[in-house]
């Protein structure tokens, strides 16, 4: 199985701020990666995929860089909104992996 | 509008038996893969099973494998998960989840999720 560290576990962030979540890979996975954002009692929401490829109706203060086994999120400036758990998984090779998730909170 | 609607959880005692379903709409189901993930209270994500299109093929979490079946019924748009020798890590809610293309495999439609309890 593909191994992944995302990185940091939590991020103290204030509105306005710019930010960025970090997930390596254990091995390589060329661009098969996606971001997903989850709010409290909610199912998770595609926010990237193909690594950098911004979904549909997501705003475009979301981007997502890197390949082979080093990648980012980027929320260019947070909104009130943004104040919620962020999950990387590798849909490489199965079985596909989650990240740890980043919690996102108003500093 | 694109629709995932699971049903089928509940509190079951270890070693039992349950099956979740999950209901397709707004869109061509026949067309995509379709994943089952699940979170333990309190935890992260974790992936637990996918089915090609046509049921051709089938994968599975090592946590489940040999425990858990997942199938489709093309006809009636559902997803199924059928859940054998239920443990009390088993304890989570169960998404089910959409491929975003049909050959791109990050989850673009999940639904509301389903309450699967493992207790005695």
């Known amino acids: 199985a593909i191994w992944m560290t995302q990185s940091p576990s939590l991020l103290s962030a204030s509105t306005g701020d710019r930010v960025t979540i970090s997930c390596r890979m254990s091995q390589g996975i060329r661009s098969y990666l996606a971001w997903y954002q989850q709010k409290p009692g909610k199912a998770p929401e595609l926010l990237i995929y193909?690594?950098?490829t911004l979904q549909s109706g997501v705003p475009s203060r979301f981007s997502g860089s890197g390949s082979g086994t080093d990648f980012t999120l980027t929320i260019s400036c947070l909104q009130s909104e943004d104040f919620a758990t962020y999950y990387c998984q590798q849909y490489y090779s199965f079985p596909y992996t989650f990240g740890q998730g980043t919690k996102l909170e108003i500093k | 509008q694109v629709q995932l609607v699971e049903s089928g959880g509940g509190v079951v005692q270890p070693g039992g038996s349950l099956r979740l379903s999950c209901a397709a709409s707004?869109?061509?189901?026949?067309?995509?893969?379709m994943h089952w993930v699940r979170q333990a209270p309190g935890k992260g994500l974790e992936w637990v099973a996918f089915i090609r299109y046509d049921g051709s093929n089938k994968y599975y979490a090592d946590s489940v494998k040999g425990r858990f079946t997942i199938s489709r019924d093309n006809s009636k748009n559902t997803l199924y998960l059928q859940m054998n020798s239920l443990r009390a890590e088993d304890t989570a809610v169960y998404y089910c989840?959409?491929?975003?293309?049909?050959?791109?495999?990050?989850?673009?439609?999940w639904g509301q999720g389903t309450m699967v309890t493992v207790s005695s």
């Open positions: 989840a959409k491929r975003v293309t049909t050959a791109d495999d990050a989850f673009d439609i």
């Open positions: 707004g869109f061509t189901f026949s067309r995509y893969g």
């Open positions: 193909a690594a950098s």
